[in-house]
C-alpha cells in the first residue's frame, strides 16, 4: 500500500525526518519497503507549451511539435493523437529517467536520450500519465490545466513536493489500510495525538429516509449500512489536488464522485459506492444473496456468474452491486448523474473472501472488508464523503444518514496481567507504564485491580482477541530493541533428560539414528488424496487444484520431497515425519465436525545406498529388511517384545506387499516397497521403502518406566540350531516357540541362516538360530545346557512339524 506523508501530516504531527520515520514504523511492525521522493522523480521534468504543431514528413502518425519550454523552444517527435497547439503539457528533458516505459512488457523505466525518429531529431518527450507513473491512460499524453506556467518544474506544479511510502500491511491489520490507521501507529512513535478530519454538511431540511429505504435481508453477512442522498449533483473532473492526492498514491482519478468516495477509502479505510439514484428501482436498497446460476455484469463491463452465497445489492427489482466487491454497470455514475446515493456498509469478512475467490476479483474494496473493516466508521465516512462532495459540486445533502444496524457490535474487554506481561517478554515494566503504552495505542483502562487491567479494545483493532496480543502490544510500544537478550543458560547433568511429550522422544531418537525430519503440506491435489483409497476430506474453496483435499497419507507429500531430493543429486535418503492425516468418517455427517477425523501417524522413508561410499564397505542398495530393522529398532526401544509382524496387503495402490505391524493385538501400521507404477508417477527410479503408523498406538503400548538389573555375574551359554520345515511356515512361529519354551532362561535368539536347495529336499527350506542361554544364579552345566536344549527342539519338532538338522 502507498501512503502519502504529505496526506499523512493531515492528521498527525510528524516531526521525523522521512527515512527516520520509515524506520520507526518498521520497528512497530508496520514494514515500509521503501519511500520515494517525488521531488526527485520528476527531476529534468518541466512545463511547456505546444507553440507549433507538424506532420512529421516520414510517418504518418507522428507530428513534429515546437514546445516551449521557458529558457529554449524545443522540437520534439510525438505519437499521441490527443496533442494539440496551445496545450500545457509535461515535458521530460534529454537525461530525465521516465518512470515507466510505454513500449517495454514490463514497464521498466529508462534514461531519455536525444534521438533521430524517422529522420528527424528529437529533443525531449512529451509524457502520458502512465509514462510519468501518475496513472494507467495510455491513450494520449497528459494535459496540464490552461494555467499551468511554462518553464516550471513539473514537481513544484503537481505539487509533488511528497514523500511516497511503500508499506507491507499484515494480513490481520486491516486498519493500517488507511492514511488515518498509519497515522494512528505515528501517534505511538511521536505522541503526537492523531484526529480525524472535522466534518461539517451543509444539510437540507428535506429527510433523507423520505427518499429512500434500506432493508437488510442477511444480518450476518452484512452487518451494518449507512447512506447518504445528495442531490442537485454536478458530475465533472476533480480539482487537481484531488487527482494529486490519488495519483500519488496510485489510484487514477476518475470524476469527482468516484475520486471522492476513493479518496475517503484511502483515508478512512471504509469502501464506499456511489449510486445514481435515478436508476434505482423503487429508490429502495435491499441486501440479500443471489441464487446459483444468476448473472451479473460489473463496472468493469464483464458478465458474471454468481452463487447463492454471494450478498448482492440489489433495488426494488435487480442486483445493482456486488457487496464489497464491486458495483454494477446498470447503476453507474455518468455525465448524467445529478443525484447519489452513497453506500458506506459493513460485510462479514468471511462472506466477501469467499465471493471474491470465486469471481477472481479482487478489489481495494474487497481487499478491506477481508481482514476487517471498522463497523463505528461507517456513518463517519459517510458524513466525510457527503463534505466534500458538496464542496466540490455545490450538491443537497439530505437530512440524516439513513443506517441500518440490525445487531450492534458488543465492546469488546480484554484483562492484561502485569506480571505476566513480564514474564512473557523479559520486561520490568509498571502497572502504569503498560497503561501508559495501551493509551498511546487509543486502548483505554475500563477497570483497574492490584495486576490485572481490563481494556477497552477500539472497534477497528479485530486483531486484538486476548491477552496474548496485549502483550504483543506493550512489546510494539516498549520497543523490540529495548528487550533485553539473555543468552546465559546452565545444564544440570545429574538429572535425566524429560521430553516435553512422547512424539518428541520418538523424534529425538530417530535423528539419533541418521533421519532427516520433513514437514510437507498436509492439502494435496485430489490423484494423490486419492493414492490411499480412503475417503479423502474436499476442501470447498480451494486456492489451487494443487491444495484441493486434505492428506489421507504422509506418503505422497514424502515422494515429492524424495524426488525433489534426487533431482538435485541427494540420492541417499532417511527421511521421517510426523504429522496429521484426515479422512471422511461419517458420509452422513459431512455438514458437521463429527463426521470428519483427524490422525497423527508417522512415517519413516528411506532410499539409495545402505552405506555412503567407503572403501573398506561393499556397495548396495538399500531393501525391505533394511527397513525392517529399522522399524525392530524402533518399536524394540519404545515397545520392547510387544510387537509382531503379520503378512500385510493394503489394498491401496501406493506399495507393493508389505507388512503389517500388531503392537499387543491393536494394529498399527505396516511397511513396504513403494509400487512401482507410483515410483514411476513421482519420477523416481530407484526403490523407495516407507512404513507409517499411528502414533497413538505406538504411544499407549510405549514402556513409560524402564526397570534396570545389574550385569549377570555368571557366564552365558551359546548353542546353534538349525531346522528344517515346511517352507511355508514363517520363522517368527520357530522363533516364538523357542521364546515360550526357554523362558528368563532363553534371552537372545537370531535367525542367522536361510537355505533353500537340494540338501534339505523340495518344498523345503532351513532355518538356522543362534540361542543364548543366560541364568542369573548359577553357572550352567553343558550337562544342564544340553538337556535345555533338547527340550526346546522336541518342542519346535512338534508345534512345527520341524526337523533337526544340527545341534
Not at 448523474?337 to 469478512?349: G, P
Not at 545389574?710 to 511355508?728: G, H, K, M, N
Not at 511356515?729 to 536361510?754: N, S, Y
Request: with cysteine.
Amino acid at each position: 500500500m502507498k501512503v502519502s506523508l504529505n496526506w499523512l501530516k493531515d492528521y498527525v504531527q510528524i516531526p521525523l525526518k522521512p527515512a527516520d520515520l520509515a524506520e520507526r514504523l518498521s520497528m512497530l511492525g508496520l514494514e515500509v519497503e521503501s519511500f520515494e521522493d517525488l521531488a526527485r522523480k520528476f527531476d529534468k521534468f518541466i512545463v511547456g507549451e505546444v507553440v507549433e504543431k507538424r506532420k512529421h514528413p516520414n510517418a504518418d502518425k507522428l507530428t513534429l511539435c515546437r514546445v516551449d519550454v521557458g529558457r529554449e523552444k524545443l522540437d520534439i517527435v510525438c505519437g499521441a493523437p490527443n496533442v494539440a497547439e496551445g496545450q500545457k503539457v509535461a515535458v521530460a528533458l534529454v537525461g530525465a529517467t521516465i518512470p515507466r516505459n510505454q513500449h517495454d512488457p514490463e514497464g521498466g523505466p529508462f534514461v531519455l536520450e536525444r534521438a533521430k525518429i524517422r529522420g528527424l531529431e528529437s529533443n525531449g518527450m512529451i509524457c502520458s500519465e502512465y509514462e510519468m507513473g501518475l496513472g494507467d491512460d495510455t491513450e494520449g499524453i497528459m494535459l496540464l490545466e490552461p494555467s499551468a506556467r511554462v518553464g516550471m518544474p513539473l514537481a513544484k506544479h503537481l505539487h509533488a513536493a511528497d514523500i511516497i511510502y511503500d508499506v507491507e500491511v499484515t494480513a490481520n491489520r486491516g486498519d493500517w489500510l488507511s492514511h488515518i490507521g498509519v497515522a494512528r501507529e505515528i501517534q505511538v512513535i511521536t505522541g503526537k495525538r492523531a484526529v480525524l478530519p472535522k466534518v461539517k454538511i451543509a444539510q437540507s431540511r428535506v429527510s433523507a429516509r423520505k427518499h429512500a429505504t434500506i432493508r437488510i435481508a442477511d444480518a450476518r453477512k452484512c452487518r451494518r449500512y449507512s447512506s447518504r442522498i445528495l442531490r442537485n449533483v454536478r458530475v465533472g473532473t476533480s480539482p487537481r489536488w484531488l487527482q494529486d492526492r490519488l495519483s500519488s498514491v496510485g489510484i487514477r482519478p476518475i470524476n469527482n464522485i468516484v475520486d471522492v468516495t476513493n479518496y475517503v477509502l484511502i483515508e478512512t479505510g471504509q469502501p464506499l459506492h456511489a449510486f445514481d439514484y435515478d436508476t434505482l428501482a423503487g429508490h429502495a436498497i435491499i441486501v440479500k444473496c443471489a441464487q446459483d446460476g444468476d448473472r451479473f455484469v460489473t463496472l468493469d463491463g464483464k458478465e458474471r456468474m454468481l452463487n447463492s452465497d454471494i450478498l448482492m445489492i440489489c433495488d426494488g427489482e435487480r442486483p445493482v452491486a456486488i457487496a464489497g466487491v464491486m458495483g454494477g454497470a446498470n447503476t453507474e455514475i455518468s455525465e448524467q448523474t445529478t443525484a447519489v446515493l452513497l453506500e458506506s456498509a459493513n460485510f462479514e469478512q468471511g462472506s466477501i473472501r469467499r465471493a471474491s475467490k470465486f469471481l477472481g476479483l479482487a478489489t481495494d474494496a474487497s481487499q478491506r472488508f477481508e481482514r476487517g473493516v471498522d463497523i463505528e466508521m461507517t456513518v463517519f465516512a459517510a458524513n466525510r464523503a457527503a463534505q466534500l462532495i458538496q464542496e466540490l459540486t455545490g450538491a443537497e445533502v439530505l437530512q440524516g444518514v439513513i443506517d441500518v444496524y440490525p445487531v450492534r457490535a458488543k465492546p469488546r474487554r480484554i484483562s492484561l496481567r502485569v506480571s505476566r506481561t513480564n514474564a512473557v517478554l523479559g520486561t520490568a515494566c509498571t502497572q502504569q507504564q503498560v497503561i501508559g503504552f495501551m493509551k498511546r495505542l487509543n486502548i483505554r483502562p475500563s477497570s483497574v485491580r492490584k495486576d490485572t487491567v481490563v481494556f477497552d479494545v477500539p472497534s477497528y483493532r479485530y486483531d486484538l482477541a486476548e491477552e496474548i496480543d496485549l502483550i504483543e502490544e506493550v512489546a510494539r510500544v516498549y520497543g523490540y530493541d529495548n528487550i533485553e537478550t539473555k543468552t546465559s543458560a546452565s545444564v544440570d547433568f545429574s538429572k535425566p533428560i524429560f521430553f516435553t511429550s512422547p512424539v518428541d522422544e520418538v523424534r529425538s531418537y530417530l535423528i539419533g539414528a541418521g533421519f532427516n525430519e520433513i514437514l510437507t503440506d498436509s492439502l494435496q491435489d485430489h490423484e494423490s488424496g486419492y493414492l490411499t483409497q480412503e475417503r479423502a476430506v474436499e476442501v470447498l474453496n480451494p486456492v489451487s487444484s494443487e491444495a484441493s483435499v486434505l492428506r489421507t497419507s504422509l506418503i505422497p507429500g514424502a515422494l515429492r520431497v524424495v524426488q525433489n531430493n534426487r533431482s538435485r543429486g541427494q540420492n541417499d535418503l532417511r527421511l521421517f515425519e510426523i504429522g496429521s492425516v484426515f479422512d471422511v468418517r461419517d458420509e452422513r455427517l459431512r455438514e458437521s465436525v463429527e463426521g470428519y477425523g483427524e490422525e497423527e501417524r508417522l512415517l519413516l522413508v528411506i532410499s539409495g545406498r545402505v552405506h555412503a561410499m567407503h572403501y573398506a564397505l561393499v556397495e548396495r542398495q538399500v531393501d525391505f529388511l533394511d527397513l525392517k530393522g529399522e522399524v525392530e529398532a524402533l518399536l524394540s526401544k519404545f515397545c520392547l517384545d510387544k510387537y509382531r509382524f503379520i503378512s500385510y496387503d493394503s489394498g491401496s495402490a501406493l506399495i507393493d506387499s508389505g507388512l503389517a505391524v500388531e503392537i499387543n493385538g491393536s494394529y498399527a501400521g505396516f511397511l513396504g516397497k513403494i509400487s512401482k507404477s507410483i515410483a514411476e508417477r513421482f519420477d523416481i527410479e530407484d526403490d523407495v521403502l516407507v512404513s507409517e503408523f499411528k502414533t497413538a498406538v505406538i504411544l499407549k503400548e510405549s514402556i513409560t518406566e524402564k526397570k534396570l538389573r545389574a550385569l549377570p555375574r555368571f557366564p552365558s551359554v551359546r548353542r546353534d540350531l538349525a531346522f528344517i520345515v515346511e517352507a511355508t511356515v514363517p520363522q517368527e512361529r520357530i522363533e516364538a516357540v523357542i521364546r515360550g519354551t526357554g523362558g528368563g532362561l532363553v534371552t537372545q535368539v537370531r535367525l542367522f541362516d536361510l537355505y533353500v536347495g537340494g540338501q534339505v529336499g523340495a518344498g523345503k527350506k532351513s532355518l538356522a538360530y543362534a540361542l543364548e542361554l543366560q541364568p542369573l544364579d548359577r553357572t550352567l552345566t553343558d550337562r544342564e545346557a544340553d538337556e535345555f536344549v533338547g527340550h526346546i527342539v522336541r518342542q519346535v519338532e512338534l508345534a512345527c512339524g520341524a526337523k533337526l538338522r544340527s545341534l
